[in-house]
């Protein structure tokens, strides 16, 4: 026997410590907390799960997984993935063959605390769907977190976030603002119960080493490079990882489109030829979702800024002819909702374009909505959008950090 560890028995206080402290420091070593967790999509969300979870040790975990209320647990072995310049460790599991509408608890490692996802419904005719959207996420985790806990109020089925995420620039530097804003997460989009929101992310100029481009930079826009634009983006996530644009499909009733505003792809070329062709095989797709960061009709910025216009000049034709109906654009950190737009004027059955980035940021002066002939509503104001999905229709509406309604769409009732 080791004799540092020999308590002297004729000290049964000192003993009766030694007990306690080592039973204590047991369970608290064998049911460690992930340090970070997200759940997103690679695949179909009616019958997918992508599992994260963030450790400090290098080895391979399990993932426990069963039913939600079944006490047949199965297990998940994770493939292990490095965290962008930090000696922490993704742990991933990517769970397929699941039934839709279904919750599912997970417990991670050996941690004993259990927590539980929800799949997306096999027909929004019969429910309806909920997503909390907007971008722009975190100048400060405090700012992240008080929109995140008004988010988590409503129970969306998931939520989205257009770029902007945690403001590290690509900056090894920075890769702290990347665990706070995991903190964030973790803190704030899972319910008390253990219920987790999932997450899409979308890429925006705060998630690269350089904001934009120049039209006549030569860059060769492969997986490498935009590993080295965006090490963090391209690291953490699973959706749409490369190339940084994507459309995920729900079933056969919902295509969501994120795409990549001249971020570490450019609009010009093989992203717009993708993205024509990914709209003209989606034609029978009752709900197309489109987010992007950079607006066509900003709120803030400049209406004839280079980026905006290769948006309207690039993706707007293709959206409107498309018959998609709503657009969530970020980037300008306030609110805003468009009047329908088609041939870049206001038509009652064009494209209405939702936004501008405000999350969890500090907020700017927007443009005069009666000086704009866009734009509907405007304000300066932290918020989100909370849109549902019911058959072929929608409604959405918009939230502020203080859990005001501040907007509507289609319009409210007003009250008597």
């Avoid at 970070?36 to 179909?44: A, M, N, R, S």
């Avoid at 996420?137 to 998931?158: C, I």
């Avoid at 929608?394 to 009250?415: F, M, Q, T, W």
Wanted: glycine fraction near 6%; charge should be negative.
């Amino acid at each position: 026997m080791n004799k540092q560890f020999l308590i002297p028995m004729k000290n049964p206080a000192a003993l009766f410590c030694f007990l306690a402290v080592f039973c204590v420091a047991q369970p608290l070593f064998a049911q460690e907390e992930p340090l970070g967790i997200l759940l997103t999509w690679k695949e179909d969300p009616l019958t997918t799960m992508v599992i994260d979870w963030h450790t400090e040790s290098s080895d391979p975990e399990v993932l426990h997984v069963s039913e939600k209320g079944n006490e047949n647990w199965w297990e998940e072995p994770s493939r292990t993935l490095p965290f962008p310049h930090s000696d922490r460790t993704i742990q991933r599991v990517e769970l397929v063959g699941l039934r839709p509408g279904t919750s599912y608890s997970i417990r991670f490692g050996e941690s004993a605390r259990t927590y539980y996802f929800t799949t997306m419904p096999a027909d929004i005719a019969r429910e309806s769907l909920r997503i909390a959207i907007g971008g722009d996420s975190m100048h400060a985790q405090e700012l992240m977190e008080k929109t995140n806990r008004q988010v988590a109020g409503y129970d969306p089925h998931f939520a989205v976030i257009g770029g902007d995420l945690a403001y590290a620039n690509g900056d090894p530097k920075n890769v702290n603002r990347w665990y706070a804003w995991f903190d964030a997460v973790k803190n704030t989009l899972i319910h008390e119960d253990g219920k987790i929101i999932p997450l899409l992310l979308g890429i925006g100029n705060h998630e690269v080493r350089k904001a934009v481009f120049a039209p006549d930079e030569e860059i060769d826009f492969n997986d490498v490079n935009r590993e080295k634009m965006a090490p963090f983006y391209y690291g953490l996530f699973a959706f749409p990882s490369q190339p940084g644009y994507g459309v995920l499909d729900f079933g056969s009733y919902l295509s969501f489109f994120l795409l990549d505003s001249d971020h570490s792809n450019p609009i010009v070329g093989k992203q717009t030829e993708w993205l024509k062709r990914e709209l003209a095989i989606r034609k029978e797709v009752s709900q197309l979702l489109t987010l992007y960061h950079v607006p066509a009709y900003p709120s803030v910025r400049d209406f004839n800024g280079r980026t905006q216009r290769s948006v309207r000049e690039n993706w707007v034709p293709l959206l409107e002819e498309a018959g998609v109906k709503l657009v969530f654009e970020n980037h300008d950190h306030a609110y805003k909702r468009t009047y329908p737009i088609r041939n870049n004027r206001i038509d009652a059955g064009g494209v209405v374009y939702i936004g501008d980035g405000s999350w969890g940021t500090r907020t700017r002066e927007v443009h005069d909505p009666a000086a704009t002939w866009y734009l509907d509503t405007a304000l300066s104001a932290q918020a989100f959008t909370l849109l549902t999905l019911q058959g072929s229709s929608y409604s959405l509406i918009s939230v502020d950090a203080e859990g005001n309604i501040i907007d509507s769409y289609p319009r409210l009732p007003s009250k008597k």
